[in-house]
Every structure is written in C-alpha cells, then in structure tokens.
C-alpha cells in the first residue's frame, strides 16, 4: 500500500528543487596577510594584487569540518521551516573529511537527529556544491526526496603548506549550507552542468596519504599530504571553464547573461572572478565577491556567499541567479536559479 508521503512524493516528481534556507559558519581564528608576511616570504601587497585576499579564516587544533557543516545545516533547516526528521537526502561536499569512514555526511546526519536521511560526501573540490546542488534537484525531481540538505564544508588549514608561499596565501576554512525542496511557480533550479576532466588531477592534488601512498613516518616528513598546487595553469583553464559553462546553462533555459541579476563564481582569485565576468560580458554590480575576507574555501565558497548575499538582500523574489565553479580534479559546472 502506498502511505500519503510517497503519494504526496510521487505528485511533486519533475518540480524542480528551489533553496529554501542557506546558512554559514567558520572557525573564529583569523590569518591576516600581515600573519603571512611572518610565515614566508610574501607581502601583503603581492597577495592583495594577486588573489583581492585579505585574511582568511583557520580552525584551531581540535576543530573539525562537521562541527561547522553542523552549524551551517542547523540555520538552513531553521530558515527553511522545516524539522531535521524531514530531510530525505544529505550531501557534503568536501575534500578534507572529518575521517576517511564514516562519510562526513553521517557525522552531520548523526548531529542533525535527521534519522531518515541518506547522507554521503562528495569529493569535487571547489565544484562540489554544485554538484551536490546537481544531484539534490534529480532526487528531488524523481520524487524520491522531499527535502535535501547540500553542504560545501572545509578545514584546509590542514593541508596546506604554511612554508609553500604559492598556496598558503589562498585556502580558507568555513561551511555553507542549502536546504532545498519542491519549488512552486516555476521557480528554484533551471538548469544544471556539471564537468570534470582527470587528465588535469595533478594541477591541484595531494598525492601521499591515501592508498597510494600510504601515510607513513616519512610521507608526513615529506609534507606528501599537503596540496600542491599549479596556479598559474590552472588560472586560464578556471578562467575559460567557468566561463563557458555559465553560457550552457543559460543558454538551456533561455537566457542570456544580461538577464543574471547576482552571479556567484567559485571565490579562487579575484582576478579569475574579474575575468570570467568580462567574459561573459556582466556588470560588475552583479558580480558577488567575497574572496577578501575569505580567500578561497574550496567547496564551501558558494554556498558562504550565497547566505552572505541573502542577509544582505541582494536577492528579490524571480531573480535569475548564476553560480559557476572551478576546482581540482579539474571539476568545473553552473547552476541557474530563479529566486
Ligand atoms: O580553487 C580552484 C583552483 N585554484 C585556482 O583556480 C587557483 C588559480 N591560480 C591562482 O589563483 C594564481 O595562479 C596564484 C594566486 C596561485 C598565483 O598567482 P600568479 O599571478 O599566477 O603567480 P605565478 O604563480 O605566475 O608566480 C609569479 C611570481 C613567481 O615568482 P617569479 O618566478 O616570477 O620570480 C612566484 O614565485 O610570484 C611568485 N609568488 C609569490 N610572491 C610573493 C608566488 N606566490 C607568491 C606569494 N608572495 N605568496
């Protein structure tokens, strides 16, 4: 016998998922650029010129990525108006897990008490919202989940270099998080790309501490498990990727670019941000950046930025929204919305 749920499950299936609340969180702890001058060789003003970074946030010892993924949830939940026992579907994109089992997403699912939900991680990168954002509106759009949560949550703190002067100066800590469910009046989700290309995983890797090349006393020593980074490579490949994503899926629902009135890219480098918009030929007044205050916090820079441009109310009722990613894999997409 069907229960009123799958019924009620069943009429929803095709309606497209909207973003019914968003939140954010990040550790307290702060590395100025000032911070850095003290660590390597570097200034400020190459930074600021560089990158448009600031300060970014980093976890102190015995923080960890679910404690802020938890607390980023626990505001989408409260603004969506609904009870964590109703979340069906939990995503965490993330690339520096709390552990390596359980998934990070049955941590927070745990935490949550959201007890009928599938959770698992994703492992995209900076793109990993948005892939997360991608499978959230199938499951939505089949009926088989009501309310999903995605979650971009990172401590990279704990593997960047703070000797390497290429990487230490971009990656942040934070989490940011979308609660989404049925949208109504042809709103939420209109389209969705999502892209990776392995044969550029070694632009952005860390090649020791998996299986192999398994952590030991020595790849420790080494710093194996640290990121290493190409930047200078990767910066067209973002550049061009972004860029041309963001036409796929206005193009899918169509739309063009003047029509975008808040677009969100992945926060890598104000310079990538400035490109891709010229672009794509937008006005910079609808281009969102938060990188100075930030830097670059991986898969949870959308999402951060998304509840930072909500509180300010930067978003109105039918605005059409972009967000576009960029990240190691390489892993690039886009996502269009209608508020
Ligand atoms: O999150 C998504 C994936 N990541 C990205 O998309 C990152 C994309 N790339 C970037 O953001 C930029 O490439 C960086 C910010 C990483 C580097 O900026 P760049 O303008 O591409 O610099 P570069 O790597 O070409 O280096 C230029 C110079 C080099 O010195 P020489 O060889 O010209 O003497 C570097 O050694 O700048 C030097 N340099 C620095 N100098 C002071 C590199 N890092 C620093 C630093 N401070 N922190």
Redesign the pocket.
């Known amino acids: 016998m069907i229960g009123k749920q799958e019924v009620r499950q069943k009429l929803m299936a095709n309606t497209n998922a909207a973003i019914l609340g968003t939140g954010r969180a990040y550790p307290e702890g702060i590395l100025t650029n000032a911070d850095?001058e003290r660590m390597?060789?570097?200034?400020d003003e190459?930074?600021t010129s560089?990158?448009g970074i600031k300060q970014r946030h980093k976890a102190s010892e015995g923080e960890y990525t679910s404690q802020f993924a938890v607390a980023a949830a626990r505001q989408a939940i409260e603004r969506a108006r609904i009870d964590p026992g109703e979340v069906g579907l939990i995503i965490c994109a993330t690339v520096t897990p709390d552990q390596i089992l359980p998934s990070t997403g049955c941590l927070i699912q745990a935490e949550l008490g959201a007890n009928r939900a599938a959770a698992f991680d994703i492992a995209a990168?900076?793109s990993g919202f948005l892939y997360g954002l991608t499978l959230a509106n199938q499951l939505i759009r089949s009926g088989q989940t009501r309310y999903a949560l995605v979650i971009g949550a990172e401590i990279l703190s704990r593997y960047v270099d703070y000797t390497d002067?290429?990487?230490?100066?971009?990656f942040g800590d934070g989490a940011g998080a979308a609660l989404l469910g049925p949208a109504e009046d042809g709103r939420g989700i209109l389209a969705t790309r999502i892209y990776s290309d392995g044969r550029y995983a070694e632009?952005?890797f860390s090649p020791g501490g998996g299986t192999r090349i398994p952590p030991t006393a020595e790849t420790l020593a080494g710093g194996l498990h640290y990121f290493k980074?190409?930047?200078?490579?990767?910066?067209k490949?973002?550049v061009r990727s972004m860029a041309d994503v963001s036409r796929e899926v206005l193009d899918e629902a169509g739309y063009q670019a003047d029509d975008v009135k808040l677009f969100i890219p992945?926060q890598?480098?104000q310079?990538?941000t400035d490109a891709v918009a010229q672009k794509l030929k937008v006005d910079e007044s609808i281009v969102y950046s938060n990188i100075a205050m930030h830097g670059?916090t991986?898969s949870a820079?959308i999402p951060i930025a998304l509840d930072e441009c909500l509180e300010m109310g930067k978003v109105g009722e039918g605005d059409l929204v972009l967000l576009a990613?960029?990240?190691?894999g390489?892993t690039w997409g886009a996502v269009l919305l209608k508020w």
């Open positions: 850095l390597v060789e570097t200034s190459w930074i560089r990158t990168a900076c002067r290429s990487t230490c100066v971009i632009q952005l980074m190409r930047g200078n490579e990767l910066f490949v973002a992945h890598a480098n310079r990538i670059n991986s820079s990613s960029f990240g190691g390489v």
